[in-house]
């Protein structure tokens, strides 16, 4: 049987986790990038929020790859290898295997540590599939060394969940010219992405404001990571959960609002936050078919066949690299 190979390519600089935390909580619009939202807490309430009855992404975009696989394997290179951008505990990647026969499995995210337990089962249950983790923060690059990705076979990047939601339009346009890039030259390359797609005001809120408050826990939790990062002495007791559709700019917004006015502290920093004031903690953009099909254009991708559900609620695109 193989093992799993394991490289850690991103190193965690304290230094420039605290510089980026703390600018973010003194700007004029305070703010917090939504990776913080995921320490091992956080990754748990997440877990849990893709079970809410309301929050259709992760069982939808399940639902497409059942009733349009065998369409998706036709369009897809066989035996190539299969990129799992933020592949967190691998489930999703490993969904796959069955349908696209990859002959290598590369599961990316931020630390090795927490795909090492899930490559190890799914080495188990694969022994002749070659298997890697590799620690990187994509949003920053996504340099792959050789070693890792040979180049003379197909890749299929996969990015599932509509993650790319959490880059704004010239942000998402320049990942996936990343993206693009990191196809290779191998023939039938390409990227594997899922996009949440416009909907009713009422459905999009209440997916990222459930009636449990799972949610909500999962959004002020970050405060906790916050406290534990840099030191400061956020109170739950101060803070509430706010979410809501910003139309102009096709987006939910999630943000954590001062119930009262409070005084937070950290080494080096104090901010004064007022009744009602708000840190903005994450984005989640919607996008319309033809714009995402326009975006991946722009990326340098050729164009890009699609699989929806049947209430168009969500999209499967697969974005060939020219």
């Known amino acids: 049987m193989n093992s799993p190979n394991f490289v ?4 965690e600089d304290r230094a420039v986790v605290r510089a980026e ?24 309430l997440f877990d849990v929020i893709t079970e809410l009855p309301e929050y259709y992404p992760t069982r939808t975009e399940a639902a497409i790859f059942r009733q349009h696989g065998q369409a998706m394997a036709q369009a897809l290179p066989g035996s190539a ?13 490993a969904a796959l295997f069955g349908l ?10 931020i630390s090795v540590d927490f795909l090492q337990q899930a490559l190890d089962g799914l080495q188990r249950q694969n022994p002749d599939m070659s298997m890697t983790g590799v620690g990187l923060d994509f949003s920053r690059g996504l340099d792959l060394p050789a070693s890792v990705v040979p180049g003379n076979t197909p890749r299929i990047l996969f990015y599932a969940g509509s993650s790319i939601g959490n880059f704004n339009p010239p942000e998402a346009l320049d990942f996936l ?9 191998g023939p039938g390359s390409g990227l594997l992405i899922g996009v949440d797609l416009v909907k009713p005001v009422e459905e999009l809120e209440a997916a990222y ?3 449990l408050g799972v949610t909500a826990a999962f959004n002020r939790n970050m405060l906790l990571h916050l406290n534990r990062l ?18 102009d700019a096709s987006r939910i917004e999630m943000h954590l609002e001062a119930i009262r006015a409070c005084t937070v502290q950290w080494s080096g920093g104090t901010r004064e936050f007022a009744a009602g004031e708000r840190i903005h903690t994450e984005n ?32 499967v695109l697969w974005a060939p690299a020219r």
């Open 230 to 247: 840099i030191g400061s002495d956020f109170r739950l007791a101060d803070w509430k959960h706010v979410a809501f559709f910003n139309t």
């Open 209 to 211: 404001d459930d009636a």
């Open 284 to 315: 989640s953009y919607k996008w319309t078919l033809d714009g995402f099909r326009t975006l991946l254009l722009q990326a340098g991708f050729g164009t890009a066949t699609a699989w929806t559900d049947d209430d168009l609620r969500f999209a």
């Open 8 to 11: 850690q390519l991103h190193h």
């Open 21 to 44: 935390l703390m600018s973010g909580l003194v700007a004029p619009i305070a703010h917090i990038a939504p990776k913080y939202l995921y320490d091992a807490l956080g990754s748990r």
């Open 100 to 109: 696209l026969g990859p002959s290598h499995y590369v599961a990316v995210d």
């Open 81 to 93: 290898t299969l990129i799992d951008l933020g592949a967190g505990g691998c489930g999703k990647g």
């Open 177 to 185: 010219r990343t993206v693009q890039l990191a196809c290779g030259t």
